[in-house]
């Protein structure tokens, strides 16, 4: 690694290590034997396919690359903790490999293969004169192509279009080790890298190959992360390891080299360390507890999880009463495969019928068995650990660091000085085709005893086969920028997650907000140590099921809020936000814990990165919006009329709300249709039916409880409240004519509802249809436009209807099935009463559920342009802050470097294609700004340069706003320092 401390220094140095290594390569440098193996032309294969990945799963951020680094010298994030903090804490370590062989000359010689980059030959990495690696390369193929990212489970579009060593079926499903398509952890890692490259010594790992060098290594790697709080400090690295060369290797060390500066790459000279074998685990933490960001810093470290094993010992090395077990063996070593539970087969997954499904034995890949077992490894541990003074041990010095990789080397650590350690876990054999497996985790925490509590969780995730609790998925969110508000909305896929542990155990969702990308700003819950834990929501809903308030379980004195059973909600509106002001918001799901197995809720990942450009990058549950005013001349858009019924009886609520305006398109109609076809449910589907063809926006939804969990399309949040069959007194009513008359309805004693409205028309003479008593009026079924059979109860015993008797509506053409009633009764009133008359009707309504054939319609209008704008709209015009006096809340934070960042004045409600320009008091023109950004905002930034990209001064400035169509407006504003 290269570090520019010391310049001077470091160009002696470089003559020095010149010159060493030309006497070195006179016998040592294999270029010599190229023309024995009729290799007169080389060239190194992995370069070009070097990617990089960032991991940023919880609250650890940090760059990895395909060839076995963690971090870049001189580049972030370099395991920043916590994520968003800009608090990065190395420079950077990799993965290393180291065996004793005998070259082609018979000397016994030690190879070590190492990811470490550094900078140029000779400082850090193992890199030759001529620039060639001589380390680890990534193999080509396992991440896809035009692109430079390593396959991450979370980001679909850098997989590979066929995973090399998987078959053909495994192609758009993630690389699982338990299984196709099962990403264990909320975010996932895969590359796989070999030593092919590492032609510094005469050795040659394959007979069968003589292009082949190294040490014949391929390496599948693997990262892990949980969201989850219990692990949110750690990332998991597992490293499976196999021998493909023809020669076995009988003593091997595998380990990591690296440099921690911790408290930053520019507080490097004040770093302690220290190891504990018990644990397997070293660590590294700041002597003065300040970093170069001038607070307190955190402690770092690596533990060993599952070390390389040895089975051919007779002994038992990791003291769980297994003799020499392995994970490639073929048995199950410690008896713990069941074939109830993980009889499904080679590809991990059940009921998809494959190789060694119910079969009654144990099949690689099943759970429990062999690679899938971490418990059938003989695990030795850490067995070396060496911290020293940079740059006094270097990677590049193979024979130095095989040296410090011997087993039982532990000397005092250096201390309060700029630390580089090595670390490793040996000798064990690997014989040719074998595979050794190698797991750690990276971990960091608020102190020692932090540190120590997360190393305690890690290993029972471990421990557990890394069937940790997993997050329900993440909901995909849209925000939409308003007035002084910001709304958000949200998918419902979340709701159907499955926990590998507890099942179905989604709960609710939580929205975080802030005005930092690493959600720090709501990061403000402690545990019982004071720690920093849990994150503030500014809204949260939940369930409506009984499970509610504080989840029984802590962790370290804190316990998780499920909530107060409000009901969940798929979109929220936040009006407590100030215009032009960048918010990040976050939208998790979470699940509700599972208190048998002893695991708190877990709540999926919320992550905002910066690619390599440094521009923010969001996932599909995290937005970046800055709220604004409109342009002055701006027209909302609108449901254009009433919601109109085509067809059917239903009399429920259809309500088209606009939650998106600038996704809502002008003159677009759409229909909504009910159907229960085949025997099933009552469904609705959505359709736009403006175009050529019908445009499905809702396929099938059996919403009818007026729930926000439809779909948002073209910007409309689609609620239906459908009604149940019962009389609708509210619209029940004389249409026609003055009589006084009270109607009272209702259901007959045991009638049956039947969904029809009815008129009661009076001057007909006629019979009822039961008692053939005479009745002054008919009746009549609108719904179906048809007479009606009733009955009259002539309470009065009048022979005839009378104020009191009961008029009841009979269903069917014959027969005697009652439905509804209505009886009319005569005021007592001064008055007196007013009978019906010829020409009176009274309308009984009932409120109808939608039906099979039920057809409704609406349409939408546009956000637009006020035409003909009047002048008087220009007066809302303002400059934001006005005076500007040295700085201002709503410039963005340089996150990338230090400094101030951008200076910035906003000028709020510009009509839209207005053009400002800005003149000094003496009427030079400084700057001329137009206001591009079409409906979505009135706002119109200023960077305080001028045309010629200078810095202006502090003083007194005039702005003139045109208009086209409306006017013009002049205003000045102030600058001070």
């Given at each position: ?16 290590i ?48 395909n060839?076995?680094?963690i971090?870049?010298?001189y ?14 804490y190395?420079f950077e ?9 005998v ?6 010689i030690?190879?070590?293969d ?24 990534p193999l ?6 035009g ?23 495994w ?9 196709k398509g ?19 010594f005469?050795?040659?790992?394959d ?8 040490l014949?290594?391929r390496?599948e ?17 597992i ?19 690296g440099?921690?500066?911790v ?8 770093d302690?360390s220290?190891?504990?074998v018990s ?11 300040r970093g ?8 770092f ?26 994970r490639?063996d ?7 495969w ?6 499904v ?8 019928g ?8 144990p ?7 062999d ?11 850490l067995?070396s650990?060496?911290s ?8 590049s ?13 532990f000397?005092?650590p250096a201390q309060?000085?700029?630390i580089?350690f090595?670390?490793?876990s040996g ?5 040719a085709?074998q ?20 190393a ?5 995730i ?30 419902n896929?979340?709701e ?19 005005t ?12 019982g ?8 929501p ?15 379980l ?41 208190t ?7 709540e ?16 599909i549950n995290?937005v ?15 449901i254009?009329g009433?919601v109109?019924?085509l ?10 709300v ?11 109609r759409y ?8 025997g ?8 736009r039916i403006d ?8 396929s ?6 007026n729930?926000?969990?439809?779909p ?5 949040h ?11 007194a ?8 003055s ?9 007959f ?6 969904a029809a ?21 008919e ?7 048809k ?9 009065d ?5 009378s104020?009191?008797d009961?008029v ?12 509804w ?11 007196g009463?007013?009978?019906p008359q ?20 609406f ?10 704008a009047?002048?008087?709209v220009?007066?809302q ?6 005076p ?16 101030r ?5 906003d000028f ?6 207005a053009?400002i320009?800005?003149?000094?008091v003496?009427?030079?023109l ?19 340069l001028?045309?010629?990209n ?5 003083g ?15 205003g000045?504003f102030a600058?001070?320092k």
């Amino acid at each position: 690694m290269i570090k520019q401390k010391h310049p001077a220094m470091t160009l002696m140095l470089l003559a020095l290590i010149f010159m060493s290594g030309s006497l070195w390569a006179q016998k040592k440098n294999a270029d010599t034997f190229f023309d024995h193996y009729k290799r007169s032309l080389y060239k190194q294969a992995g370069q070009q396919d070097r990617r990089q990945g960032i991991h940023s799963g919880n609250l650890i951020r940090t760059l990895f690359y395909n060839y076995g680094s963690i971090g870049f010298p001189y580049t972030t994030p370099a395991v920043e903790w916590p994520k968003g903090s800009n608090h990065n804490y190395i420079f950077e370590f990799g993965v290393i490999a180291a065996a004793e062989v005998v070259d082609v000359y018979g000397d016994t010689i030690h190879i070590v293969d190492d990811g470490i980059i550094g900078g140029i030959a000779g400082e850090g990495g193992d890199i030759s004169f001529s620039g060639e690696v001589w380390g680890w390369q990534p193999l080509p193929g396992y991440a896809a192509e035009g692109q430079n990212n390593v396959a991450m489970s979370d980001r679909p579009e850098t997989w590979p279009a066929q995973w090399p060593n998987r078959p053909a079926d495994w192609a758009g499903n993630w690389i699982g080790e338990y299984g196709k398509g099962l990403a264990i952890a909320d975010q996932e890692s895969y590359f796989v890298m070999d030593d092919r490259d590492n032609r510094e010594f005469a050795y040659f790992p394959d007979s069968r190959d003589s292009t082949r060098r190294g040490l014949g290594l391929r390496v599948e790697v693997r990262g892990y992360q949980w969201a989850h709080t219990l692990a949110e400090d750690c990332i998991f690295l597992i490293y499976e390891i196999t021998n493909e060369g023809d020669k076995d290797l009988d003593k091997v060390v595998f380990g990591m080299y690296g440099d921690a500066d911790v408290g930053g790459a520019e507080d490097w000279n004040d770093d302690d360390s220290f190891f504990d074998v018990s644990r397997d685990m070293v660590y590294q933490w700041d002597h003065d507890n300040r970093g170069i960001w001038g607070g307190a810093v955190g402690y770092f470290g690596f533990k060993y999880l599952e070390s390389p094993g040895n089975p051919f010992d007779g002994i038992d090395n990791d003291g769980d009463g297994l003799i020499d077990e392995r994970r490639d063996d073929g048995i199950d070593n410690d008896g713990d495969w069941n074939p109830e539970r993980d009889d499904v087969g080679a590809d991990g997954l059940p009921d998809t019928g494959d190789e060694g499904e119910g079969d009654g034995q144990p099949t690689a890949g099943e759970p429990n068995f062999d690679e899938t077992d971490i418990d059938e490894s003989d695990q030795i541990g850490l067995t070396s650990f060496n911290s020293f003074v940079w740059p006094s041990v270097r990677v590049s010095d193979d024979e130095e660091m095989w040296q410090r990789l011997t087993p039982g080397s532990f000397p005092q650590p250096a201390q309060n000085v700029d630390i580089v350690f090595l670390y490793g876990s040996g000798y064990f054999p690997l014989k040719a085709g074998q595979t050794q497996r190698f797991s750690i985790a990276l971990l960091l925490g608020e102190d020692r005893e932090d540190l120590f509590r997360n190393a305690d969780v890690v290993q029972k995730i471990y421990n557990s086969n890394y069937r940790f609790a997993k997050a329900p998925d993440k909901p995909t969110v849209t925000a939409v920028p308003g007035d002084g508000t910001v709304t958000l909305y949200w998918d419902n896929k979340a709701e159907f997650s499955l926990d590998p542990i507890s099942g179905e155990d989604f709960e609710g969702y939580r929205i975080y907000r802030s005005t930092d990308p690493g959600f720090n700003e709501a990061r403000t819950i402690t545990d019982g140590q004071g720690n920093l834990t849990l994150y503030e929501p500014i809204a949260q809903f939940d369930l409506k099921n009984g499970i509610k308030g504080y989840q029984p379980l802590d962790y370290n004195g804190i316990k998780y809020y499920l909530g107060n059973d409000s009901g969940l909600k798929h979109s929220w509106t936040d009006s407590s936000v100030v215009n032009g002001l960048t918010y990040y918001y976050a939208v998790v799901s979470y699940d509700r814990g599972d208190t048998l197995a002893l695991i708190p809720p877990t709540e999926c990942t919320k992550v905002i990165d910066i690619d390599e450009a440094g521009n923010l990058v969001t996932d599909i549950n995290t937005v970046i919006v800055t709220p604004s005013a409109p342009p002055a001349d701006y027209t909302p858009p609108e449901i254009s009329g009433a919601v109109e019924r085509l067809a059917g009886v239903g009399t429920g609520r259809i309500t088209p709300v606009i939650i998106d305006p600038f996704k809502v398109e002008d003159g677009a109609r759409y229909e909504v249709t009910f159907s229960d076809s085949l025997g099933s449910p009552l469904a609705y589907r959505v359709q736009r039916i403006d175009g050529a063809l019908p445009e499905i926006k809702i396929s099938h939804s059996t919403l009818f409880n007026n729930e926000e969990a439809n779909p948002v399309f073209d910007g409309i949040h689609l609620y239906v409240a459908g009604d149940s069959l019962q009389l609708d007194a509210q619209n029940s009513r004389w249409i026609n004519g003055s009589s006084n008359y009270t109607a009272t309805g209702d259901l007959f004693h045991n009638g049956t509802p039947y969904a029809a409205d009815y008129e009661i028309r009076f001057g007909a003479n006629r019979t009822d249809d039961v008692f053939n008593l005479p009745v002054p009026f008919e009746v009549w079924n609108i719904t179906e436009d048809k007479a009606a059979r009733f009955g009259l109860i002539d309470n009065d015993a009048d022979g005839g209807w009378s104020s009191g008797d009961d008029v009841v509506m009979l269903i069917g053409e014959s027969g005697v099935k009652p439905s509804w009633q209505v009886t009319f009764t005569a005021p007592a009133d001064s008055l007196g009463p007013r009978a019906p008359q010829a020409g009176d009707i009274y309308l009984l309504a009932t409120r109808k559920p939608f039906a099979s054939g039920d057809v409704f319609r609406f349409g939408t209008r546009a956000a637009g342009v006020q035409q003909n704008a009047p002048a008087s709209v220009l007066d809302q015009i303002a400059v934001v802050p006005n005076p500007y006096v040295a700085t201002n809340i709503l410039e963005p934070v340089n996150r990338q470097l230090n400094g101030r960042g951008q200076r910035r004045i906003d000028f709020i409600n510009i009509p839209t294609n207005a053009v400002i320009r800005i003149f000094t008091v003496t009427g030079n023109l400084v700057q001329t700004l137009r206001n591009d950004s079409g409906l979505e905002s009135g706002t119109v930034s200023w960077d305080l340069l001028s045309a010629d990209n200078i810095e202006v001064a502090y003083g007194v400035y005039i702005y003139h706003v045109e208009a086209p169509g409306i006017g013009t407006k002049t205003g000045k504003f102030a600058l001070i320092k």
